[in-house]
């Protein structure tokens, strides 16, 4: 299973743009990556998945680039709300390799 | 998506007990699954819940001490077995409507075990 590395955490302030970076260097050829959002006391929630290149979605955009070994996560104008840990997941649909595996995560602290 | 109940949401159990929590989908789902989180670390996979047979479990995870039960689409059960403190964490089930695409999760259950 491909490995993720994140920062631990970031700090930012509101009305800023945050880029969350992932790296996953033994990614295979079929993996996808997934990014999830976990505020206290509640299970994670998705927020975007992808293959390559660019994916955008109602909150989020996410970055990969040609070689595919790392992935930003990109949250335009973040607000207090978005004060969470945001795991990287890679996997594919094999029932072996599926994106089950949680890394420690990036904890993001928006502050006024 | 997939709209997931977990009972109970807390409990405080005696070392030695045991403790069933229950997971309950909205619809059908092709994939169910058991996490642990416990306070400030991140999830781990304890298994898959298969329909109609045995769960998968994950290394460091048996069925003795965590006996899991699917009986249909849009239920399942964790049974904690012979707590002790060590178990105490939050409980996370998640599924999946189709392989490969993203879980949902439940609420948790918070267990403590004194």
């Known amino acids: 299973l491909a490995k993720t590395t994140q920062p631990i955490s970031m700090d930012s302030y509101e009305g800023q743009e945050v880029n969350i970076t992932c790296s996953h260097n033994n990614i295979a050829t079929n993996d996808y990556i997934t990014w999830y959002q976990q505020f206290p006391s509640q299970g994670p929630r998705f927020i975007i998945q992808?293959?390559?290149t660019k994916v955008t979605n109602e909150v989020a955009s996410l970055f990969i680039p040609a070689d595919r070994k790392s992935s930003t996560l990109s949250l335009p104008r973040v607000s207090l709300s978005d004060t969470a840990v945001y795991y990287c997941l890679v996997g594919n649909m094999d029932t072996g390799r599926r994106a089950l595996t949680f890394g420690s995560g990036t904890r993001l602290q928006v502050q006024p | 998506s997939a709209v997931i109940s977990q009972k109970p949401s807390r409990d405080i159990c005696q070392r030695g007990t045991s403790l069933t929590i229950q997971c309950q989908v909205d619809s059908q789902v092709t994939m169910m699954f058991w996490y642990r989180q416990q306070p400030g670390q991140s999830l781990t996979l304890i298994a898959t819940a298969n329909q109609g047979s045995e769960a998968t479990y994950e290394s460091g995870f048996v069925i003795d001490k965590f006996p899991i039960s699917r009986p249909n689409l849009t239920f399942s059960t964790l049974t904690v077995s012979n707590m002790s403190p060590e178990d105490s964490s939050i409980y996370l089930c998640?599924?999946?409507?189709?392989?490969?695409?993203?879980?949902?999760f439940g609420p948790g259950t918070r267990l403590t075990v004194l």
């Open positions: 998640s599924v999946e409507r189709l392989a490969g695409s993203e879980q949902f």
């Open positions: 992808g293959y390559k």
